[in-house]
């Protein structure tokens, strides 16, 4: 899995974050957006890659780099 800028990382039915960028160069660290609970606000966030192995990379057809 790379997602790429734009992209989603999705765990069918459990949850959703919105990729942001990665954080390094060997692409293993990355910033998130995410809703954390219906009654907060969106979380932005430093992740490992490694805690998303069990989601799917998704990116709309119609971005653009």
């Known amino acids: 899995m790379r997602p790429a800028p734009e992209s989603s990382l999705n765990r069918q039915g459990v949850h959703c974050v919105l990729f942001q960028h990665w954080t390094n160069t060997a692409h293993t660290r990355f910033m998130l957006f995410e ?11 430093e992740a490992a890659l490694s805690d998303y192995s069990d989601y799917s990379a998704r990116r709309a057809h119609n971005i653009r780099d």
């Open 35 to 45: 809703q954390s609970s219906p009654s907060s606000d969106m979380n932005h966030r």
